[in-house]
């Protein structure tokens, strides 16, 4: 369907062709007209569900009592009966119950259950409804939770000794077995020089002829 045709459409003609002389002559101002209703809607449509999305926002945040303003406004824009207004209903509803407003929660999910247009916002809102008019349950003393409070310090001392009671003792450990000197290592750890020799060629004399015998002793 071309511009001509959804021009005669809006002005409630069934074909372009239809279209008077003095119609096809402002033919082009009435498509700026229409093309600028269209972007006013547009626009408002967009500020509508900007503040929607912003109550949603600030429901998530906690904010309660400014998601209800913000809702609010919301559908004073879009109106109660389009499916982004019933939306925008049972999100209110949730915010009056956050707010302690109960009973405005539940009216604003009976209106819908009766009012609105939209299959799944009424059943959405049916179901709601059902929850928020459920009987609270009431617990006695015997069907509640109890959580014992130990005290940790006296626990954690109880614990530690029963781990080291359980604990086996420790073994002492052995010291290293030596290993048998070799021959050259006993001449060394045994030998002294004479005190009665104190030349210190006869000295040398002595370790040189120690060390020989150790090489020799490797070879054997």
Aim: glycine content about 4%; hydrophobic content about 35%.
């Amino acid at each position: 369907m071309d511009e001509d045709e959804l021009l005669a459409r809006q002005i409630g003609l069934s074909d372009a062709s239809q279209m008077s002389s003095t119609q096809e002559k402002y033919k082009m101002r009435i498509k700026e007209k229409l093309l600028q209703q269209a972007a006013k809607l547009e626009a408002e449509k967009a500020e509508r569900y900007r503040e929607f999305t912003l109550g949603k926002y600030a429901y998530g945040k906690g904010q309660y009592q400014s998601s209800t303003q913000l809702f609010t406004a919301a559908l004073d824009r879009e109106g109660p009966f389009s499916p982004m207004g019933g939306e925008i209903q049972l999100w209110l509803a949730l915010a009056y119950q956050a707010t302690g407003r109960e009973q405005d929660c539940i009216n604003i999910y009976r209106s819908l259950e009766e009012t609105h247009p939209n299959r799944k916002i009424k059943q959405q809102a049916a179901n709601l409804r059902f929850i928020m008019e459920a009987p609270k349950l009431k617990l006695g003393p015997d069907e509640r939770v109890k959580i014992p409070i130990f005290d940790n310090s006296d626990r954690f001392v109880k614990e530690r000794n029963a781990a080291r009671a359980r604990a086996p003792p420790l073994l002492k450990q052995q010291p290293p077995r030596k290993r048998e000197l070799t021959w050259e290592e006993r001449f060394f750890e045994e030998y002294r020089p004479p005190n009665l020799v104190p030349n210190k060629y006869v000295l040398v004399a002595g370790i040189l002829v120690a060390i020989g015998l150790a090489v020799y002793s490797t070879t054997l």
